[in-house]
């Protein structure tokens, strides 16, 4: 029981994210790797210990795959109505969606969910780096301009809307790959539903594969 309904309780991505985001739309995949890698590696290997007696590693990853693909179908529903300067929100919330969903599947497998390398390796497995090395050169570059973007660019006023759509903008181009080119504003929420679930799906199945032949 616990290992089902441990997956079904999820938190939106926080604010304090949003900020680093909006300060540098350009680094959001980096920046999402990151947060999620903090949030999200101690509540993997917990989730681990708790559910995994009695489960093997392939049936533990089954599960996260499975109950992080109907996360992404209910995100998915909000995916679009608000045309290209609002799904923004949505678009993170799902990359958000994903990278918990690899945390979860490294630590299935015996992966400790809180190396550095599990964020690096979320990156390549998404196809922004093409190696967890080259990733991991980035995450590290992004780690030491983190708190001088976020300090240095207040997110107020009329600035907020500006970055926003350059969010919005980056993110509809970063992930249209993964839907076959169909991610246009406006697509309504059943659409939007089959959409986020089949690119978790692809990505899920590469997690699955990287880290299940690994272990």
């Not at 980035?138 to 809307?161: F, N, S």
């Not at 993110?171 to 939007?192: S, T, W």
């Amino acid at each position: 029981m616990t290992t089902e309904s441990e997956l079904e309780r999820f938190e939106r991505p926080p604010r304090s994210l949003w900020n680093r985001i909006l300060a540098e739309p350009d680094r959001a995949p980096e920046y999402i790797a990151l947060a999620a890698a903090e949030r999200f590696g101690p509540q993997a290997e917990e989730w681990v210990r708790v559910a995994g007696p009695g489960n093997s590693p392939k049936r533990l990853a089954r599960i996260a795959y499975r109950k992080h693909v109907r996360l992404a179908r209910l995100e998915g529903g909000l995916l679009g109505l608000g045309g290209v300067f609002t799904v923004a929100p949505d678009l993170v919330a799902l990359l958000w969606i994903q990278s918990r969903m690899t945390f979860y599947i490294a630590a299935a497998y015996g992966y400790d969910p809180r190396h550095p390398m599990r964020p690096a390796e979320l990156l390549a497995l998404q196809g922004i780096y093409e190696t967890p090395a080259e990733a991991r050169r980035a995450l590290d570059g992004a780690g030491k301009r983190l708190a001088v973007a976020v300090a240095e660019r207040a997110i107020v006023g009329r600035g907020t809307e500006k970055l926003h759509r350059r969010l919005a903008k980056y993110l509809l181009r970063r992930v249209a790959h993964h839907y076959g080119g169909k991610l246009i504003p406006l697509i309504g929420g059943p659409l939007g539903a089959i959409q986020n679930a089949g690119a978790t799906k692809d990505l899920g199945k590469l997690a699955l594969a990287y880290y299940g032949g690994k272990s």
